[in-house]
């Protein structure tokens, strides 16, 4: 009898990952759990898919060239740690960040999803990203068609 491959816990968040990348809301939901708890502190804590299908969708509609750099990932058993960078555009503003995640992960779903980031080194990111837009916009005006 032929064994079922399974994936340790640690491939199924780096899946997760690669699925958020590339705005993949049904890849990513894949890989959790129905009841799953996500909470993106420092906003409120959602709890199911359904919810979780909702913030990412509304995700991938407002960002658009998405990267995540994962520095560093450790697993201990069902629970796996990352550290990350994420960038990406809102419209004209790019934005990118650090953010620390924690993961359970049971019988291959994710069941729990945990971020931090630091709310000030976001808006900070925002902020500059508004002003470089507003650079490059101002530029174009003082050129000719």
Same mark, same amino acid.
Request: aromatic share 6%; proline share 5%.
């Given at each position: ?18 699925? +958020? ?21 420092? &906003? ?13 969708? &509304?995700?991938? +509609?407002?960002?658009? @060239? ?5 520095? @560093? $990932?450790?697993? @201990? ?10 960038? *990406?555009? /809102?419209?004209? /503003?790019? $934005?990118? *960040?650090?953010?620390?995640?924690? *993961? ?12 931090? &980031? ?5 808006? *900070? ?21």
């Amino acid at each position: 009898m032929a064994q079922l491959a399974t994936r340790g816990e640690a491939d199924v968040v780096r899946a997760l990952i690669t699925a +958020l990348q590339r705005a993949d809301v049904e890849a990513a939901l894949d890989l959790v759990h129905d009841d799953v708890v996500f909470h993106p502190y420092p &906003l409120p804590q959602m709890r199911g898919k359904p919810a979780v299908a909702r913030q990412l969708a &509304l995700i991938a +509609l407002l960002v658009k @060239n998405i990267s995540i750099g994962t520095h @560093n $990932i450790a697993s @201990n058993g069902h629970v796996v740690l990352t550290e990350r960078t994420h960038s *990406f555009d /809102v419209g004209p /503003v790019p $934005i990118e *960040f650090w953010t620390w995640g924690t *993961f359970e992960v049971v019988d291959g779903r994710i069941t729990l999803w945990r971020e931090r &980031l630091d709310i000030a080194e976001l808006s *900070f990111s925002a902020l500059k990203g508004i002003a470089q837009a507003s650079l490059q916009i101002e530029s174009r005006r003082g050129q000719t068609p």
